[in-house]
């Protein structure tokens, strides 16, 4: 008999431990594999820890133990899912980030391996029949037989069965042991072709930075470059030193929609060598991906944030592109960040990692100014271009608009109107999908709220629906107020939508696009919108943050930021960092080719410094001034952050409790550590349970660390609550 120790797949503190399982089945079963196990008087999926060997019978070990043990049901998997480099990463991130080893098992995996019960119903490797020529001898066969022998072997004696044609003729030569069937796995994504390009002369300042990037002796490097700086090239260059090494290379971007743009330039370099991973594959398509990248079959990895966990060996190199973007955390259970987990697999294969940015989070230029990272800048356009021309529109003056709109001040439009007059293109940016912020009757003031999250419910036109864009609830929008019946309903705030709507409204001739989630959601949208834009199929591009990063649209020389206040209402202490970061971005769409570039942008806070900075592009003073309001406010970097949180369906319970929690580490006096708190999250109840935190500042995690793996170790004895731990959360 076999004792295995196997983690169960719930993903929750007071379930992450290994429980003891019988196994008496003859498939072969070690630590890495998955077993299906009963689990609370259901099957689920475990994955095995330990495991040891005994001539003790279960009534013996039941005893020694002290419980019943139960016996796995099957054996999912024929070997380890993970190797042991992932499995020490897996290890390393579970204690970083406090996190149950089955969530960042689960993160790490894709649907078909993931130790979990949907991985059940995952897509499983696909096949192709092929005949394969086993003798050419044509003795004894009709012409007909000989025909399709003769095909067969000029086939390279390899030809898929559904081109022979006909059933009959090719039986007879399988009968006669002229040819064979063979199933050869076959990949289901198609990654495009494209013509391989000649190797660019670099500039002076990209030289330099390649070199500087091979020579140094840190781990890290901020690559900072002004937006169409060519830090893409850079990468490209540095990729090439990389494979001759012979060693991998791992290119991370923030965003799906950068995914195709990014695969194109790293096809055309490096031809065959590419594999991609992202959430936009199919579960077959990124099943397919995985298995290849584990058998070694290509050099690079283009993907988001979830492909810093390729099984990719022998990483030479890692980069993120765009760094400084949020999507790079992840936002639910494990809550790593994928900047910390590259550093993580680099020190493991002794490889560099490259954090690219025009506008870099202000804790990776602290730590480049500090030494920690190697750092280095290009601080010019790619041709020497100049920076698009900026303006600032005051929205809170009714002398910036006329009456054509109430949205786009008359200064907008008026170049709107000149970019369409000169056959060139223009994006919009609103940072907002959906059609209005939210509906409320003007009755009785009554808001259509989310019944799960308590936040306000979004329309959308398109599908005339309200939907949460927290946890995704829908329902179709109501023609009267639920409260009183009353048919005088208000739609208040804009999105993508109802720009667009404005825009053809203006411009009944231009060509208008949308690029935002809702978009994505349908397979291949985002691609697609993409090169027709590129195009130069649409005058108009409409978007959210999707279309502010990344992109190289040569004929645009017009950027609109819409409303620049969104990301400046955040309750955040990052709100002017993305500010500041999304306007810059944005800004640097425009002008990127021959052509001189300009940007407006329209605010009800036109003074504030981060508006004024980012029209300026002036990183250099945005950062000084951002350091200086974090030092007074004690934030990172200056900081560290760690949020914990209580969920109880009794709302009594979560409050005691934290408050409870709060009191004690105060109590310890902890150096340098404070506490911040109890308060109710942004969303306080969702799905019947209460949530409460707080949050926990301090210089180094010495004291406090050891503390927080106690604290969860005692927790897991309540059953009534479970506690998630945020290790630098974003939106504080």
Do not use: W
């Not at 024929?78 to 969530?103: F, G, Q, T, V, W």
């Not at 494990?334 to 910390?340: S, V």
């Not at 955040?572 to 944005?586: H, K, V």
């Amino acid at each position: 008999m076999k004792l295995l120790e196997v983690l169960i797949e719930r993903k929750v503190q007071s379930l992450n431990r290994p429980f003891s399982y019988a196994y008496f089945g003859t498939k072969d079963v070690g630590v890495g594999f998955r077993v299906l196990i009963p689990f609370a008087n259901k099957k689920i999926v475990g994955y095995v820890v330990s495991i040891s060997e005994t001539n003790k019978s279960l009534e013996d070990i039941q005893k020694e133990l002290g419980f019943k043990v139960s016996s796995v049901i099957d054996v999912i998997d024929e070997k380890p899912l993970l190797n042991d480099e992932l499995m020490r990463l897996a290890n390393e991130i579970k204690d970083h980030y406090c996190a149950p080893l089955i969530s960042v098992l689960q993160a790490m995996l894709p649907t078909s391996l993931k130790p979990s019960s949907a991985s059940l119903k995952g897509p499983k490797i696909a096949y192709d029949t092929y005949v394969k020529l086993l003798s050419d001898d044509e003795s004894g066969l009709t012409p007909k037989q000989i025909e399709l022998l003769r095909r067969i072997k000029s086939a390279d004696g390899l030809m898929l069965k559904k081109d022979c044609k006909s059933p009959s003729i090719l039986d007879k030569l399988v009968a006669s042991n002229r040819v064979d069937f063979v199933k050869v796995e076959k990949t289901r994504l198609e990654i495009p072709e494209y013509k391989k390009e000649k190797v660019k002369i670099l500039t002076k300042d990209q030289q330099n930075a390649v070199n500087s990037i091979l020579n140094t002796d840190k781990t890290v490097t901020l690559l900072q470059g002004v937006t169409g700086s060519g830090k893409t090239e850079v990468y490209l260059s540095l990729s090439e030193q990389i494979l001759k090494q012979g060693r991998n290379v791992l290119m991370l971007v923030p965003e799906i929609s950068l995914t195709p743009v990014m695969v194109e330039y790293f096809q055309r370099r490096f031809s065959g060598n590419v594999a991609i991973l992202h959430s936009e594959l199919t579960p077959a398509e990124k099943y397919d991906e995985y298995r290849r990248i584990s058998r070694g079959e290509c050099k690079i990895i283009v993907g988001a944030r979830s492909a810093v966990f390729a099984p990719l060996d022998n990483i030479g190199l890692i980069i993120l592109d765009e760094e400084h973007v949020e999507s790079y955390k992840q936002d639910v259970l494990p809550y790593y960040h994928a900047r910390e987990v590259a550093i993580m697999r680099a020190a493991h294969f002794n490889s560099k990692v490259i954090l690219g940015s025009a506008t870099p989070s202000l804790e990776t230029k602290a730590r480049a100014m500090k030494g920690v990272y190697h750092y280095v800048n290009l601080p010019n356009r790619i041709n020497q271009q100049e920076l698009p021309k900026t303006t600032i529109i005051d929205l809170s003056k009714a002398s910036s608009f006329s009456r054509e709109s109430m949205m786009f001040s008359s200064y907008l439009i008026r170049e709107l109107q000149g970019v369409l007059d000169r056959k060139e293109q223009a994006i919009l940016l609103i940072n907002r999908r959906g059609y209005s912020g939210y509906i409320t009757c003007r009755n009785c003031g009554h808001i259509f709220m989310c019944p799960n999250c308590g936040i306000a419910l979004t329309y959308h036109k398109e599908d005339n629906m309200l939907k949460c864009h927290h946890c995704g609830y829908v329902e179709d929008k109501s023609d009267e107020c639920p409260e009183c019946g009353s048919k005088y309903l208000s739609k208040s705030g804009f999105g993508t939508e109802r720009i667009v709507d404005e825009v053809k409204k203006i411009f009944p001739n231009a060509r208008v696009l949308r690029l935002d989630s809702d978009v994505g959601e349908v397979r291949n949208n985002i691609q697609k919108t993409i090169e027709v834009f590129s195009n130069q199929e649409a005058d108009i591009l409409v978007g959210t943050q999707m279309i502010a990063k990344g992109h190289d649209f040569p004929n645009v020389t017009l950027v609109g930021v819409v409303l620049a206040d969104i990301g400046l209402s955040l309750p955040s202490f990052r709100s002017s960092e993305r500010a500041f970061e999304l306007i810059t971005q944005a800004v640097g769409r425009s002008g990127r080719a021959n052509k001189t570039g300009q940007a407006i942008i329209q605010t009800f806070n036109p003074y504030h410094y981060a508006i004024q900075l980012a029209a300026k592009q002036n990183y250099e003073t945005f950062f000084k001034k951002e350091m200086s309001v974090r030092k007074v406010q004690q934030y990172p970097p200056y900081t560290y952050l760690t949020s914990l949180e209580i969920i109880s369906k009794n709302e009594e319970v979560a409050v005691e409790l934290i408050h409870k929690i709060a009191e004690d580490i105060i109590s310890k006096e902890f150096e340098n550590v404070t506490v911040l708190g109890p308060v109710s999250p942004y969303i306080a109840h969702e799905n019947n349970s209460y949530h409460r935190l707080i949050l926990i500042k301090y210089k180094n995690s010495d004291k406090i660390k050891p503390y927080l793996d106690r604290l969860l170790e005692t927790l897991k004895s309540k059953s009534q609550i479970d506690v998630k731990v945020n290790v630098d959360p974003y939106n504080f």
